[in-house]
């Protein structure tokens, strides 16, 4: 299958400490995307990639979090200094940008955060 | 905010069509309608998306009013892994707009 894979699938951590994701796209989809997920809600955007290089990103994403897709690939989400509301599924999606193409965005199956 | 809006809750028994509606009055001429659905701890699944004409692919169709305010995919056999929250979600076609942008969907519940 070679679907958009994350990794891991569930995380624990303690609060305070630094998390890192990872998400492999689809191979010849040049655009990446990251969402996050609260209980009974549906997906937040919080930023999204265009090959390498970062377009847009949420004011949900503070200054804890960054992301990288540092060679256009895969890409990692990192969040530093944890928080209990940090709690979450991170979704990935990625799609391929054409002018003449559907730009469907092809989701992960996520990596569920608990922050103890 | 979202610029879709969905019942929150619908039950079908197996077997029958599962009609959703969606209404997006303040839809743009520029604008598609997307449905993806997400099955319990899983990721979105893209479902179908269409601009004005009706659309129809191995999973379900899509039905959009003539003045593009409302629409309705419909499941045409229902099964119990059909059972899902279903999300209509409105946005400009091709690469120009990056994200979805997901309102509380539709909690579809097939019942045997």
């Known amino acids: 299958d070679t679907g958009v894979s994350q990794d891991p699938r569930h995380k624990i951590t303690k609060r305070g400490q630094n998390v890192t994701f990872r998400c492999d796209p689809i191979?010849?989809?040049?655009?990446l995307y990251w969402y996050r997920q609260t209980l009974g809600q549906g997906p937040e955007f919080l930023t999204y990639?265009?090959?390498?290089?970062?377009?847009?990103k949420s004011r949900l994403l503070s200054d804890r979090f960054s992301a990288e897709r540092p060679k256009g690939s895969f890409s990692t989400l990192e969040i530093q200094r944890t928080e209990q509301g940090d709690s979450a599924m991170y979704l990935c999606?990625?799609?391929?940008?054409?002018?003449?193409?559907?730009?469907?965005?092809?989701f992960g199956a996520g990596t569920r955060l608990s922050v103890l | 905010d979202a610029k879709t809006t969905q019942p929150p809750s619908m039950d079908c028994a197996e077997g029958r069509a599962a009609n959703l509606p969606c209404n997006h009055s303040?839809?743009?001429?520029?604008?598609?309608v997307y449905w993806y659905r997400q099955i319990h701890s899983q990721g979105p699944q893209y479902i179908i998306h269409?601009?004005?004409n009706n659309e129809t692919n191995e999973m379900a169709s899509l039905i959009i009013t003539e003045d593009r305010k409302s629409s309705t995919l419909i499941l045409p056999h229902a099964t119990l892994r059909d059972t899902a929250v279903y999300y209509c979600?409105?946005?400009?076609?091709?690469?120009?707009?990056?994200?979805?942008?997901f309102g509380k969907g539709t909690k579809l519940s097939v019942k045997p």
């Open positions: 999606a990625s799609s391929l940008d054409s002018p003449w193409g559907k730009n469907i965005q092809y």
């Open positions: 303040t839809i743009s001429g520029n604008e598609y």
């Open positions: 191979s010849e989809h040049n655009r």
């Open positions: 979600i409105v946005r400009v076609g091709g690469g120009s707009q990056g994200n979805l942008i």
């Open positions: 269409g601009l004005k």
């Open positions: 990639f265009q090959n390498e290089a970062q377009l847009e």
